[in-house]
């Protein structure tokens, strides 16, 4: 999710607004989370050693 200016002073409405209350905070939390967490369906693939063997990084 990328934070536009426009998100970011909705967020902090939300958060000055109903964010005082307790339960409100914790459902938000968990909502965000999974919004911005869990729900990403594509995953970024990054090539590290880990995945590979010594013999197959060292190809020329």
């Given at each position: 999710?990328?934070?536009t ?11 000055i607004?109903?964010g005082?209350?307790?339960w409100?905070?914790e459902?938000?939390k968990?909502?965000?989370?999974y ?8 995953s ?6 880990r995945y590979?063997?010594p013999d ?5």
């Amino acid at each position: 999710m990328n934070m536009t200016p426009l998100k970011l002073i909705v967020l902090r409405l939300v958060m000055i607004t109903f964010g005082r209350w307790g339960w409100f905070a914790e459902r938000f939390k968990r909502f965000m989370v999974y919004y911005t967490i869990q729900k990403r369906g594509d995953s970024k693939y990054v090539a590290s050693s880990r995945y590979f063997t010594p013999d197959q990084l060292n190809k020329d």
